[in-house]
């Protein structure tokens, strides 16, 4: 059974690069026609999708945050990455990642558990 | 697409049936999806297009609905099924949430 787990820096200060990894494990990341996406969760609100990779390396982001968001993929290491550059204080959230593919139909199950990051100098 | 859900908050007891809704500003077709989340967790995803349940997901609960208005139903709460739900569609990017709906115990 697939597992997604976050990681990351828990403080990023102001202007700074917030970077996360969301490792895999249960099988391989590559292995199926699989999508992995980031989604965030401000403290006591609601969800924001981030974007998405494909297996193979096209992305998809939010317009709202395509200028600053990078996501990648590494199949030898089993993980997926988010760069968020120029961060500020509304970027703290909690980071979640997700998987979609077509055996739900692209919907996103499942979640890893989520990592939170605060913003402050 | 703005997916506005309501109410915002449902004050139930243990044994009552749950209506909640999620409405979309245009059309999503059937591209909708429903997720619970509990304080603490992840969400799961209980019910999409709008009314298969995915894995494990209970037959209390149920999603009905196309185009712009869904409703995501529970027949019978049971205990755990006092969290936030949300309501998401895939319809056109971004891809967009509701504000979530609570049930909370009575």
């Given at each position: 059974q697939v597992q997604l787990q976050e990681s990351g820096p828990g403080l990023v200060k102001p202007s700074q690069t917030l970077s996360l990894t969301c490792s895999v494990s249960?099988?391989?990341?590559?292995?199926?026609d699989y999508y992995w996406n980031w989604i965030r969760q401000p403290a006591g609100k609601g969800l924001e999708w981030i974007g998405r990779i494909y297996t193979r390396g096209s992305t998809y982001y939010n317009p709202s945050l395509k200028s600053r968001v990078t996501i990648s993929i590494d199949t030898s290491r089993n993980q997926v990455s988010l760069k968020l550059n120029s961060?500020?204080?509304?970027?703290?959230a909690i980071y979640y990642c997700a998987r979609d593919d077509?055996?739900?139909?692209?919907?996103?199950?499942?979640?890893?558990q989520g990592t939170q990051v605060i913003v402050s100098s | 697409i703005v997916l506005t859900q309501s109410p915002a908050t449902l004050s139930l007891s243990p044994g009552e049936r749950a209506t909640l809704s999620c409405r979309a500003s245009h059309s999503v077709r059937n591209y909708l999806a429903w997720y619970q989340q509990k304080p603490g967790q992840a969400p799961r995803l209980l019910i999409?297009?709008?009314s298969h349940r995915a894995?494990?997901?209970?037959?209390?609960f149920s999603g009905s609905g196309s185009g712009t208005d869904f409703t995501l139903t529970i027949s019978s709460l049971e205990p755990e099924d006092f969290a936030t739900y949300y309501c998401q569609q895939?319809?056109?990017?971004p891809w967009t949430f509701g504000q979530g709906s609570k049930v909370e115990i009575k």
């Open positions: 249960g099988e391989s990341i590559s292995s199926g961060v500020t204080a509304a970027d703290a077509s055996s739900i139909s692209y919907w996103l199950d499942p979640w890893g | 999409y297009e709008p894995t494990g997901i209970p037959a209390r895939r319809s056109s990017w």
